[in-house]
Nanobody
Framework: QVQLVEPGGGLVQAGGSLTLACAASGLTVSPYVMGWFRQSPWQERQFVGATNCSNNRQYYADSVKGRFTISRDYAKNTVYVQKNSLQPEDTAVYCC????????????????WGRGTQVTVSS
């Protein structure tokens, strides 16, 4: 069974930084994309960023480009998002997700999802 574990949310002051990690298990057969999404009561689910299957290429939404950094430890099946210069509008539930093994398109369907972790940015 596929499991995505994403601890590390919390309350952060505006201008601060926070790093989240997500570890995946059960996806060892073929490469896959690991990415981050966010959702709030006032916004639809938004793509944040992702790393491609195995070439370490990163993709970002325009809203976070330059502030967030996605990285991945391929051996550990773990993806990170380092979030700098956080603002109240970054408040959301952040979820990691993966494509089905063999699907290496970052903008394609993500089939497996973590439960999400709340990040609140206060001013």
């Amino acid at each position: 069974q596929v499991q995505l574990v994403e601890p590390g949310g919390g309350l952060v002051q505006a201008g601060g930084s926070l790093t989240l990690a997500c570890a995946a298990s059960g996806l060892t057969v073929s490469p896959y994309v690991m990415g981050w999404f966010r959702q709030s009561p006032w916004q639809e689910r938004q793509f944040v960023g992702a790393t491609n299957c195995s070439n370490n290429r990163q993709y970002y939404a325009d809203s976070v480009k330059g502030r967030f950094t996605i990285s991945r430890d391929y051996a550990k099946n773990t993806v990170y998002v380092q979030k700098n210069s956080l603002q109240p509008e970054d408040t959301a539930v952040y979820c990691c997700a993966t494509t089905r093994p063999g699907n290496c398109q970052h903008d394609a369907t993500y089939d497996y999802w973590g439960r999400g972790t709340q990040v609140t940015v206060s001013s």
